[in-house]
């Protein structure tokens, strides 16, 4: 009898570029699925504040431990050390056999429900042979985190057209981390790769030098905002200090006062139809599948810009804007931002100054989203050209990393490169670096 030994354990530096959770997300699913046992330390130092793991690594590790009948050291909010042995690559096991029907990960805060589905995801989609409902209770709007909404109109369109099977997520409740603390819930009924075929499910080859992002058709907005009246306009600082509104010069995009009449929803709503409207007429030609190189500011005969959603929030501190870029190769392009900045509440004499703090984050909140989502589209500074030989990729940057793990699952691209690695983001780089040192045989 021949016995295989057990593979050796794979150390990684926690804090390599981008240092941050995903690299222990996608460290511990590669584990789970080679039967490679990892050992991780310096778990997020390169983050400021707090570091070590989040409630919502320790949920996906402690998930995916059980799951594949291994066991894990240090999987403690706030552990800076990891160590992670899954009992036997999920090849030499019966798939379908480790995950039950309906799976249950509850968070006790509004940790980010999309972080743990980051990590579960990959090991589900192969450790199965029928669909799956997959419910987690956390947070679905959540900083530096994907949102229920950028995963319904943009993650899973993106994936659905890259290849991988079907995937439906539905909102049950949402769960903010910004105000009073609220858990949400989401459930995801996932399709596996061994639906497809049983007998040998695998990862099918995503290769992005396959497809072209294409032209601009349509952008979509979705604001959640409260329907609190938005008294007054954006206030200035004067030298570091809260100051009078100053003059703004004619067409700065950025200072328009808002309407008085208007509440934090509606404001966002209007201020954001008008700020794409002009950024958009002010792009290349080229962005666009119907442009002609006279076409003027009026870009809503060459692109429509539509409301996708409009949601009342319960609390002032929590808005949210999400724009979509529908293109001409089926690819969706979203850029989003959420803001915790507004406060209201106190005495009467503190209102105004509370209106006033509302007007400023909520027009901070559209210029910085506007900003990213328009540098999304093109970057002059990348010097991004249709006729260049290395173009930008067919996603948005977000959404660029969370590809990375399911191009090398599913085997190496063809040798030609057809991204210029200047769009690729340090995270990006980061979930390079993880596959190469988990899936290096």
Not at 37 to 48: D, E, K, S, Y
Not at 90 to 106: A, F, K, N, T, W
Not at 227 to 255: F, I, K, S
Not at 326 to 352: E, I, N, Q
Request: hydrophobic share 35%; with cysteine; aromatic share 6%.
């Amino acid at each position: 009898m021949t016995v295989t030994p057990a593979p050796a354990m794979i150390h990684l530096d926690g804090s390599t570029l981008e240092g941050g959770g995903q690299l222990v997300r996608i460290a511990v699913a590669l584990s789970a699925l080679t039967g490679k046992p990892v050992n991780v330390t310096n778990i997020r130092g390169n983050r400021q504040g707090r570091k070590g793991l989040k409630r919502s690594h320790v949920a996906a590790v402690q998930f995916l431990a059980q799951l594949t009948g291994g066991s894990v050291s240090g999987a403690d909010v706030g552990s800076s050390i990891l160590s992670f042995y899954p009992a036997q690559p999920l090849s030499s096991r019966d798939v379908g056999s480790p995950v039950q029907r309906d799976v249950q990960i509850e968070l006790p805060t509004a940790g980010a429900v999309f972080l743990v589905f980051q990590a579960v995801y990959p090991y589900i989609l192969y450790a199965c042979e029928s669909p799956i409902r997959l419910t987690i209770t956390g947070g679905t709007n959540v900083p530096f985190s994907p949102s229920f909404d950028y995963v319904s109109q943009a993650l899973i369109p993106n994936f659905a057209r890259l290849g991988l099977p079907p995937l439906a997520v539905h909102l049950e409740k949402r769960g903010w981390a910004t105000g009073p603390t609220k858990l949400g819930r989401v459930a995801l009924v996932i399709d596996p790769l061994g639906a497809q075929d049983r007998q040998c499910p695998r990862f099918p080859r995503i290769d992005l030098a396959q497809f072209q992002r294409g032209q601009l058709t349509r952008v979509d907005i979705t604001v959640l905002a409260p329907d609190v009246p938005l008294e007054g306009g954006p206030e200035r600082t004067t030298n570091g200090r809260p100051g009078r509104r100053a003059e703004r010069p004619a067409g700065d995009h950025q200072d328009r006062p808002p309407d008085p009449s208007q509440t934090v929803r509606g404001f966002i709503e209007c201020e954001a139809h008008r700020q794409l409207r002009t950024r958009l007429g002010q792009l290349p030609p080229w962005i666009y599948a119907r442009r002609s190189e006279a076409f003027s500011t009026a870009v809503e005969s060459a692109v429509p810009v539509r409301a996708h959603a409009s949601e009342s929030t319960s609390h002032p501190s929590q808005i949210y804007l999400l724009l979509v870029a529908h293109t001409s190769t089926g690819f969706k392009v979203g850029y989003d931002a959420l803001s915790g900045a507004m406060k209201t509440g106190g005495p009467r004499s503190k209102r105004r100054d509370g209106a006033n703090r509302a007007a400023t984050a909520a027009q901070s909140l559209v210029n910085a989203c506007v900003d990213g989502f328009i540098r999304e589209l093109h970057d002059p500074q990348l010097q991004a050209d249709p006729g260049a030989a290395l173009r930008q990729p067919c996603v948005d940057e977000k959404m660029r990393d969370q590809l990375v793990v399911f191009e090398a699952l599913g085997g190496k691209p063809g040798e030609e490169q057809s991204e210029n690695e200047r769009y690729w983001s340090l995270h990006t780089l980061t979930a390079q670096w993880v596959c190469r040192e988990m899936l290096e045989e």
